[in-house]
T-cell receptor, first 111, second 114 residues
Framework: EPEVTQTPSHQVTQMGQEVILRCVPISNHLYFYWYRQILGQKVEFLVSFYNNEISEKSEIFDDQFSVERPDGSNFTLKIRSTKLEDSAMYFC?????????FGPGTRLTVL | GQQLNQSPQSMFIQEGEDVSMNCTSSSIFNTWLWYKQDPGEGPVLLIALYKAGELTSNGRLTAQFGITRKDSFLNISASIPSDVGIYFCAGPRFNAGNNRKLIWGLGTSLAVNP
């Protein structure tokens, strides 16, 4: 069964460093999303992406964040200069019609 | 932001008991989705509902799409320890420009005592 994959599963970085989180959405899906979940809190929407551009972004998704679909399969989230409060699980998701499928997440720890 | 009202917030039950949780909205949804999230993992889609009044089962799970299209419930029968986790309802919103976004409930945390 097709699934969303994410790499790496864990990422530890120093504050101020750039990180790139990678996702491979389900191949025939057209809508892509990034969410984050701070430990013990609910899943928060970051950004949605369709037709090679951002459709919507939340207030969390400030200038430090960017997304890209560099080729036909990958969908990346870049955090330019990480802060301690960026430590969280980051989930990628993709949608075909209505159902949204999530990847297993990347646990980002900023020291 | 917009969210769905999900209740109860948490449940602690004995193994073998049935569980019921529900989700309500002030506005209509054309699709209801139920997800389960295990600690440290991504939400996993359990059941998708597409039609008002629809009743759909997935093993011991049963979900219904309310007639008014403003609510849905999820039942788990004969709970087992691996049912532990957080259950979320969600509904897609389709905005202008082909934007599709999921509106989430805050989740029901389920604990099962073996």
């Amino acid at each position: 069964e097709p699934e969303v994959t994410q790499t790496p599963s864990h990422q530890v970085t120093q504050m101020g460093q750039e990180v790139i989180l990678r996702c491979v959405p389900i191949s025939n899906h057209l809508y892509f999303y990034w969410y984050r979940q701070i430990l013990g809190q609910k899943v928060e929407f970051l950004v949605s992406f369709y037709n090679n551009e951002i459709s919507e972004k939340s207030e969390i998704f400030d200038d430090q964040f960017s997304v890209e679909r560099p080729d036909g399969s990958n969908f990346t989230l870049k955090i330019r200069s990480t802060k301690l409060e960026d430590s969280a699980m980051y989930f990628c998701a993709s949608t075909g019609d209505n159902e949204q499928f999530f990847g297993p997440g990347t646990r980002l720890t900023v020291l | 932001g917009q969210q769905l009202n999900q209740s109860p917030q948490s449940m602690f039950i004995q193994e073998g008991e049935d569980v019921s949780m529900n989700c309500t909205s002030s506005s209509i949804f054309n699709t209801w989705l139920w997800y389960k999230q295990d600690p440290g993992e991504g939400p996993v889609l359990l059941i998708a509902l597409y039609k008002a009044g629809e009743l759909t089962s997935n093993g011991r799970l049963t979900a219904q799409f309310g007639i008014t299209r403003k609510d849905s419930f999820l039942n788990i029968s004969a709970s087992i320890p691996s049912d532990v986790g957080i259950y979320f309802c969600a509904g897609p919103r389709f905005n202008a420009g082909n934007n599709r976004k999921l509106i989430w409930g805050l989740g029901t945390s389920l604990a099962v005592n073996p």
